[in-house]
Nanobody, 126 residues
Framework: VELVESGGGLVQAGSSLRLSCAVS????????MGWFRQAPGEEREFVASISWSGASTDYVDDVKGRFTISRDNAMNTIYLQMNSLKPEDTAAYYC????????????????????WGRGTQVTVSS
């Protein structure tokens, strides 16, 4: 299973970006998916997750109301719409996948995810 992120870039505070994660090697229909981020010198942290059905989502508190995770199982792709970006959102963003037998379940912990992309850089200037 290969995950490839795209859509990162350099933007000003208050701007928007949409990250994509294209998956190959397997259909994502039975995978819960997540986004994580890692700033220089920091641990990789949870940002958002979505169940394989798309019915359940979860977000870290400081992106709630600004970021939206979504998925298109037909396109084997997930997205992270990021609005009202702040300088503290600057990080490398990674998508991740985990097989899931529960259509509603979402995952927050790094160790729960089996597959990872290589990341895309998001830099927000003040």
């Amino acid at each position: 299973v290969e995950l490839v992120e795209s859509g990162g870039g350099l933007v000003q505070a208050g701007s928007s970006l949409r990250l994509s994660c294209a998956v190959s090697g397997s259909t994502i229909s039975n995978y819960a998916m997540g986004w994580f981020r890692q700033a220089p010198g920091e641990e990789r942290e949870f940002v958002a997750s979505i169940s394989w059905s798309g019915a359940s989502t979860d977000y870290v508190d400081d992106v709630k109301g600004r970021f939206t995770i979504s998925r298109d199982n037909a396109m084997n792709t997930i997205y992270l719409q990021m609005n009202s970006l702040k300088p503290e959102d600057t990080a490398a963003y990674y998508c991740a996948a985990v097989p899931s037998g529960n259509r509603e379940y979402v995952f927050r912990r790094r160790y729960e995810y089996a597959f990872w992309g290589r990341g895309t850089q998001v830099t927000v200037s003040s």
